[in-house]
């Protein structure tokens, strides 16, 4: 290894192909009990059992064969509920799985679009230098602390000691100035949000220097993800179906569309240490599919749920529970800045003023908020502007006589959106927008042909995405984005925010740019989707809020529920004889775009 030099900064090398050499995997750990000699397992009964007594002792006789029957049956449900996947112990299960809907079509990570691989393998198999928590704020992960210079150019990072692959090969910052060098030389997926990227090295191996040419205030969000995953230089696997990283799990099985399975990593060095040994990721087409799967019992999380499919669980709230999480999606009514139509500001205001948000989102279980802006709540720059366009229908009416309609002179316009949203939404829409003289078409179409007639030929008036990417204002700063929407007033303060070189500076900035996107109205932001998961009553630190695109699992555990009888008399707690070597599993359900189309031209989800 060599410290102090620089990183690699070429471009346009082709990646090599990557060849064969899985991570190690870890069979599931196994508990003993432990007892006092005696026919209990509780030792203060051994004790009274075992003390000299007098007088007739046939009851004390009956009462110890009693009890050693009640051993024998308690040993034979604890191989039964072990048979599950449970600790005789705690009674923790060592096996879940957890169901998406999104499922990744190979482990490429550095190369394959689409967030079924971020929520799948960030901060569970491979781990970058800082990471995001629930809050969406960055916090140490590789790294254990860093400084920033004056000018905000230079970032020194300090690597944690003792940090290991999972194939217990030491990393280092060797790796680190190896990994982003990498990114930028052969421009891996999300090379392009490194901005102002110039050059790192080692400086020692337990210290990193990245450089920039100029301020760039997102870099450390940026390093959170995949930009900031760090890889082992020269490892030999096969990059499609295993992966190598210092995470809490290692891959053991991937069947593409189908299944990933996950194994705690025995030489995982961190405090993000896996409580369950054993995850599977499997992955349901149908939404009904997975409902059924949590109502069998071979699933035991389904993350998110839609709210039209949540009442069998509201119903049985001894055995289910509901939790609704934060997101950073943001359901964008966009209307086409260069369409003949719509870039008349007056129409796009009166849109605004005329669609009851309250009503949409009731109509969707009312877990979602308003939003009003392009920032939502777990963004720098957010501030609620919902204010800004009330419902209003008179103001509405009023505006959409300034440009010459009326209901009995309606003004024609075309709503086209995938068919992934459904169709409620589209005549929610036009139901509301009628009485202010518009007569709204409703175009439900396939993905393909949203994306060739919306986002490359600009062919819509309105359109509906489910934008779920988080710190995603470049896209209102950018006039060749498919909005039309071209502001060099937005464009000067983003540039300014993300040059900023403190935090609060550039947040301050943001919310200004985003308060007059907002005014322009050269969208609509329906809501602010929030993300209601139903899982199991026994299921533990499943996180719940940004779980669509980041979903670290380290800290899941699943305990079995009720006690169902069994055969013989015995009763096997959290456990029953039909599910006997079933494995649990979790489900997740799709929001935006961002699995399906590849950056940096995409809508984001």
């Given at each position: 290894?060599?410290?102090?030099s620089?990183?690699?900064h070429?471009?346009?090398?082709?990646?090599?192909?990557?060849q064969?050499?899985?991570?190690?995997?870890?069979?599931?750990?196994?508990?003993?009990?432990?007892?006092?000699?005696?026919?209990?397992?509780?030792?203060?009964?051994?004790?009274?059992?075992?003390?000299?007594?007098?007088?007739?002792?046939?009851?004390?006789?009956?009462?110890?064969?009693?009890?050693?029957?009640?051993?024998?049956?308690?040993?034979?449900?604890?191989?039964?509920?072990?048979?599950?996947?449970?600790?005789?112990?705690?009674?923790?299960?060592?096996?879940?799985?957890?169901?998406?809907?999104?499922?990744?079509?190979?482990?490429?990570?550095?190369n394959?679009s689409?967030?079924?691989?971020?929520?799948?393998?960030?901060?569970?198999?491979?781990?970058?230098?800082?990471?995001?928590?629930?809050?969406n704020?960055?916090?140490?992960?590789?790294?254990?602390?860093?400084?920033?210079?004056?000018?905000?150019?230079?970032?020194?990072?300090?690597?944690?000691?003792?940090?290991t692959?999972?194939?217990?090969?030491?990393?280092?910052?060797?790796?680190?100035a190896?990994?982003?060098?990498?990114?930028?030389?052969?421009?891996?997926?999300?090379?392009?949000?490194?901005?102002?990227?110039?050059?790192?090295?080692?400086?020692?191996?337990?210290?990193?220097?990245?450089?920039?040419?100029?301020?760039?205030?997102?870099?450390?969000?940026?390093?959170?993800?995949?930009?900031?995953?760090?890889?082992?230089?020269?490892?030999?696997?096969?990059?499609?179906?295993?992966?190598?990283?210092s995470?809490?799990?290692?891959?053991?099985?991937?069947?593409?569309?189908?299944?990933?399975?996950?194994?705690?990593?025995?030489?995982?060095?961190?405090?993000?240490?896996?409580?369950?040994?054993?995850?599977?990721?499997?992955?349901?087409?149908?939404?009904?599919?997975?409902?059924?799967?949590?109502?069998?019992?071979?699933?035991q999380?389904?993350?998110?749920?839609?709210?039209?499919?949540t009442?069998?669980?509201?119903?049985?709230?001894?055995?289910y529970?509901?939790?609704?999480?934060?997101?950073?999606?943001?359901?964008?009514?966009?209307?086409?800045?260069?369409?003949?139509?719509?870039?008349?500001?007056?129409?796009?205001?009166?849109?605004?003023?005329?669609?009851?948000?309250?009503?949409?989102?009731?109509?969707?279980?009312?877990s979602?908020?308003?939003?009003?802006?392009?920032?939502?709540?777990?963004?720098?720059?957010?501030?609620?502007?919902?204010?800004?366009y009330?419902?209003d229908?008179?103001?509405?009416?009023?505006?959409?006589?300034?440009?010459?309609?009326?209901?009995?002179?309606?003004?024609?316009?075309?709503?086209?959106?995938?068919?992934?949203?459904?169709?409620?939404?589209?005549?929610?829409?036009?139901s509301?927008?009628?009485?202010?003289?518009?007569d709204?078409?409703?175009?439900?179409?396939?993905?393909?042909?949203?994306?060739?007639?919306?986002?490359?030929?600009?062919?819509?008036?309105?359109?509906?995405?489910?934008?779920?990417?988080?710190?995603?204002?470049?896209?209102?700063?950018?006039?060749?984005?498919?909005?039309?929407?071209?502001?060099?007033?937005?464009?000067?303060?983003?540039?300014?925010?993300?040059?900023?070189?403190?935090?609060?500076?550039?947040?301050?900035?943001?919310?200004?740019?985003?308060?007059?996107?907002?005014?322009?109205?050269?969208?609509?932001w329906?809501?602010?989707?929030?993300?209601?998961?139903?899982?199991?009553a026994g299921?533990?630190?499943?996180?719940?809020?940004?779980?669509?695109?980041?979903?670290?699992?380290?800290?899941v555990?699943?305990?079995?529920?009720?006690?169902?009888?069994?055969?013989?008399?015995?009763?096997?707690?959290?456990?029953?004889?039909?599910?006997?070597?079933?494995?649990?599993?979790?489900?997740?359900?799709?929001?935006?775009?961002?699995?399906?189309?590849?950056?940096?031209?995409?809508?984001?989800?």
């Open positions: 290894m060599s410290y102090g620089e990183g690699v070429t471009t346009g090398s082709t990646t090599p192909t990557a064969g050499e899985p991570g190690p995997e870890s069979g599931a750990a196994e508990s003993s009990l432990s007892q006092e000699d005696g026919p209990s397992t509780d030792a203060f009964l051994n004790q009274r059992l075992n003390a000299p007594r007098g007088g007739n002792t046939l009851p004390w006789k009956l009462l110890s064969l009693c009890l050693a029957l009640a051993l024998i049956c308690s040993l034979w449900a604890g191989q039964n509920v072990r048979k599950l996947g449970a600790s005789s112990g705690s009674q923790l299960a060592e096996s879940v799985s957890v169901g998406l809907k999104l499922a990744p079509t190979n482990l490429d990570i550095r394959q689409g967030s079924a691989l971020d929520q799948a393998l960030v901060g569970n198999v491979y781990e970058s230098l800082v990471l995001r928590d629930s809050n704020k960055v916090q140490p992960s590789l790294a254990s602390n860093w400084t920033v210079s004056e000018d905000a150019t230079t970032y020194t990072f300090q690597l944690n000691r003792g940090i692959f999972s194939n217990g090969d030491k990393l280092d910052a060797d790796d680190v190896w990994s982003i060098s990498e990114l930028v030389t052969r421009k891996y997926h999300d090379a392009e949000q490194l901005r102002n990227f110039h050059s790192i090295r080692a400086l020692n191996p337990q210290t990193v220097e990245l450089k920039l040419s100029a301020p760039y205030a997102d870099l450390l969000w940026v390093l959170s993800g995949r930009p900031g995953l760090v890889f082992k230089k020269n490892a030999r696997y096969d990059s499609k179906t295993q992966a190598l990283g995470g809490p799990y290692t891959v053991s099985q991937f069947v593409p569309n189908d299944s990933l399975t996950l194994k705690a990593n025995p030489n995982y060095w961190g405090q993000h240490k896996a409580l369950t040994p054993t995850l599977r990721l499997r992955y349901f087409a149908d939404d009904n599919a997975a409902v059924n799967a949590l109502q069998s019992g071979d699933v999380v389904l993350a998110p749920i839609s709210a039209n499919l009442a069998p669980f509201e119903q049985d709230k001894d055995r529970k509901l939790q609704v999480g934060e997101g950073t999606d943001k359901y964008v009514l966009a209307f086409n800045g260069k369409g003949e139509k719509t870039s008349n500001p007056a129409v796009r205001q009166a849109i605004r003023y005329a669609i009851d948000h309250q009503q949409l989102i009731a109509s969707r279980g009312g979602d908020l308003r939003l009003g802006g392009p920032i939502p709540k777990l963004d720098p720059g957010y501030e609620d502007l919902s204010g800004l009330p419902h229908l008179a103001k509405a009416t009023e505006l959409m006589a300034q440009a010459g309609y009326s209901s009995e002179h309606p003004l024609k316009l075309r709503l086209t959106y995938a068919n992934t949203y459904g169709s409620e939404l589209g005549e929610q829409l036009r509301q927008l009628k009485p202010i003289g518009i709204l078409q409703v175009q439900v179409v396939e993905f393909s042909t949203w994306m060739q007639n919306v986002y490359t030929n600009r062919d819509y008036d309105l359109s509906l995405v489910d934008h779920s990417e988080s710190h995603d204002f470049a896209q209102w700063a950018n006039p060749k984005y498919y909005y039309g929407y071209d502001s060099p007033q937005v464009q000067e303060l983003y540039q300014q925010a993300m040059s900023a070189r403190s935090s609060q500076e550039s947040a301050k900035l943001l919310a200004q740019a985003a308060r007059q996107v907002s005014q322009d109205a050269p969208a609509d329906l809501f602010n989707y929030q993300i209601t998961t139903a899982m199991l299921v533990s630190g499943f996180p719940l809020s940004l779980n669509q695109t980041l979903m670290p699992l380290w800290g555990s699943y305990q079995p529920g009720a006690s169902q009888p069994s055969p013989g008399g015995c009763s096997v707690t959290g456990a029953t004889s039909a599910n006997a070597g079933r494995q649990p599993n979790v489900s997740v359900m799709p929001s935006g775009l961002s699995a399906q189309l590849a950056r940096p031209a995409q809508p984001r989800s």
